[in-house]
């Protein structure tokens, strides 16, 4: 399995960062792609495959560390496509709360 856990929301309370520009302060670090759990269920084709799918976001994922769970947030193409490049580990910025 690509992931711990394939989740369907996010569980956790909300942390208030809803624009790219506000994790800049959050500094990126690998995760393991098996210590993350989704907060989505699908996803779009179309992103995972784009050249240029992070040309207006950020360069790293977004994941929240709650209750000693890493959510993947944002950036599930990302992780997608580092499982199917065989990497085991993703560049992402772990904000911790709770």
């Known amino acids: 399995m690509i992931f711990k856990a394939v989740g369907g929301g ?6 208030g960062r809803t624009r790219t520009r506000d994790w800049v302060d959050v500094p990126p ?3 393991r792609l098996d210590e993350l759990v989704t907060t989505k269920r699908t996803l779009d084709l179309e992103t995972l ?3 240029d ?3 207006y976001g950020d360069l790293f994922a977004h994941v929240v560390e709650y209750e000693g769970t890493l959510y993947l947030e ?3 193409h990302r992780a997608v496509r580092a499982a199917l490049q065989q990497r085991p580990v993703l560049h992402a910025r772990v904000l911790m709360i709770g």
């Open 53 to 55: 799918s992070t040309f």
């Open 74 to 76: 944002d950036g599930l």
């Open 49 to 51: 495959l784009a050249e």
């Open 29 to 31: 670090r690998q995760v």
């Open 10 to 15: 996010r569980p956790y309370p909300d942390h």
